[in-house]
């Protein structure tokens, strides 16, 4: 009877044991907004009521695409498997802390997430080949857009006070499609914007312009407001309708300096090259004088070839008498 009662007993223990460890508190089951090319944490905690042994845990971790769901990771019994059956796309690119598990830690963080990763995710707990709990993520994927450049393409003078201007917001490497709002100070802008949205063809992204075209007067405001519904997140600039510069006119008085200063510039130009072209040219009187000169030089040099011989006739003579 005392052995009978101590089974029961013991028997009793480990039951208790067993409804304690598979039972307690869930955190999961909720939509997480993922960002493109950074990490994700899908959540998934469970708190038992007494400790966990690890070599009586299973834990499968798969993404739902289609009907059949792709494993990414298989905890059986204290080893994390790496069979053919894992898919080879997510054994390096799914984390979960191994360490972690006993103490109910069934988080997941995704590498690098890409536009394929939306989708639903589940973590199955078995214990005891029991099933405990069961997490569903679902996954959006998004990318935040730049910060949008607002440029208003005309300005208004002073004369016009009112002008019709276009103004043109442009943004780029945002995902999903976003929704653009035009307002002016508090209040949104009447006007239908031309709105031109494109998906890149490298990256799936979308680039951005819109072009409003409004009755503006200086000083006043427009902003471009670009609302990313995936992330829940608004990106926005603004840009002020300027008045033209308008060049003033030229001063009668220094035209009339300027032509001025021209036409005296150009007279002294002739009058110094007339001289210089008197002066490089030799005189009429001088031109005379030179060759009545020359000329009177061959003369004499004529008459002393003659006196020389009369001479020497002379002497011939005097030495005959």
Not at 58 to 63: D, E, G, L, N, P
Not at 150 to 175: D, I, L, N, Q, W
């Amino acid at each position: 009877m005392a052995l009978m009662k101590g089974g029961f007993i013991f028997t009793a223990l480990i039951i208790g044991c067993m409804t304690a460890a598979t039972t307690g508190t869930m955190v999961g089951n909720s939509t997480v907004n993922a960002t493109l090319g950074q990490s994700v944490t899908l959540p998934c905690v469970y708190n038992p009521n007494a400790p966990l042994d690890k070599h009586s845990m299973r834990i499968y971790w798969q993404y739902q695409a289609g009907k059949d769901p792709i494993a990414m990771k298989m905890y059986n019994k204290g080893v994390m498997e790496m069979g053919t059956h894992i898919n080879k796309k997510y054994q390096d690119k799914a984390k979960v802390a191994v360490e972690e598990l006993e103490k109910g830690n069934f988080n997941l963080t995704l590498d690098a997430v890409e536009h394929s990763d939306q989708g639903t995710y589940q973590t199955v707990f078995m214990y005891n080949d029991k099933k405990v709990l069961e997490c569903t993520n679902w996954v959006h994927v998004g990318a935040e857009f730049s910060k949008p450049e607002v440029s208003v393409v005309s300005c208004v003078t002073s004369v016009e006070k009112v002008k019709e201007v276009e103004v043109t917001c442009r943004t780029r490497g945002g995902f999903p499609r976003p929704s653009i709002r035009w307002s002016s100070g508090n209040c949104s802008a009447d006007q239908e914007a031309d709105d031109k949205i494109k998906e890149s063809s490298q990256n799936k992204t979308f680039v951005v312009r819109s072009r409003l075209t409004v009755n503006a007067s200086v000083g006043q405001k427009y902003t471009c407001s670009i609302f990313n519904p995936t992330l829940g997140t608004t990106q926005e600039n603004s840009v002020t309708v300027l008045q033209c510069l308008v060049p003033k006119p030229f001063p009668t008085t220094i035209c009339v300096i300027m032509v001025a200063v021209v036409v005296v510039a150009a007279m002294l130009f002739v009058f110094f090259a007339c001289r210089k072209k008197n002066a490089n040219r030799p005189r009429e009187g001088t031109t005379a004088a030179a060759a009545s000169a020359a000329g009177y030089d061959l003369e004499t040099q004529k008459l002393q070839g003659n006196g020389n011989y009369g001479n020497h006739t002379d002497e011939h003579d005097s030495k005959i008498l």
